[in-house]
């Protein structure tokens, strides 16, 4: 079984799979292999220069702060740059699945409803937080401005509008209720994969 794990950013989605991670559930998360991918694809650099300019790269590092600061305000450019990257992660996905060796396995998105990966798996998880905690951590975290912060939010699905297609939440407030959340859920999920 795969479950899909997202949530907006800042929500916490990537310390939920932490827990689940300590439960010897392997997890994929996708935003660090869309990153890896920036780094290590030649076919995915060429492709990115092209649409953002030779300033997209630093020698061989993507300027992953440039590239954000076109694609976060340019809506057609992020569609763009999503089309380059989310084929090559579905792809790099598969071939870690076929690895693994477990009842389920986590595949974590940030933008799991939006993109459409949602379709493909089994169960999908939100996790949620109200904007002001999200904001908080987040600068606490990055040093990001509001601006920059709100720049993605505005790129993503409200919590409203995903719930509606989430089989489970996770309201992320109290770190020790999360642990216990993603306890149950890991039960409720073991369950699932045996009928
Ligand atoms: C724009 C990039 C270079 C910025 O890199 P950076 O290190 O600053 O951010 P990082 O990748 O860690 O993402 C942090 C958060 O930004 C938000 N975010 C990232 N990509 C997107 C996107 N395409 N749409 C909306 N929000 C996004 C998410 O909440 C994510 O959790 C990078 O996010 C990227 O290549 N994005 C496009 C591909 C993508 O969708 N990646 C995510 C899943 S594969
Ligand atoms: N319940 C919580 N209480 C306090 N701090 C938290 C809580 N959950 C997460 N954090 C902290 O908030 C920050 C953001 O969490 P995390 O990186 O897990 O979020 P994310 O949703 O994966 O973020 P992004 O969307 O940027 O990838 C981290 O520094 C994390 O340690």
Known sequence: MVVGL?????????????????????VYIADDAGKRLLETSAEIREKVIALIGEEAYTGKSPNRKHIASVVFKESEKLEALNKIIHPAVAKD??????????????????????????????????VSANKEEKLKRLQARDQSTIEEIEARMNKQWSD??????????????????????????HDIILKRGKN
């Open 160 to 185: 409203e509008r995903k719930r509606k297609l989430a089989d489970f939440e996770i309201e992320n407030h109290d770190l020790s209720l999360t642990r216990t959340r993603v306890d149950e859920l």
């Open 6 to 26: 997202t949530g907006g950013i800042g929500s916490g989605k990537t310390t939920v799979a932490g827990f689940f991670k300590e439960k010897d559930v392997p």
């Open 93 to 126: 996905f598969e071939n870690w699945q076929h690895k693994q060796n477990s009842a389920y396995v986590i595949y974590e998105a940030a933008i799991l409803f939006e993109a459409g990966g949602y379709k493909k798996c089994d169960l999908n998880i939100l």
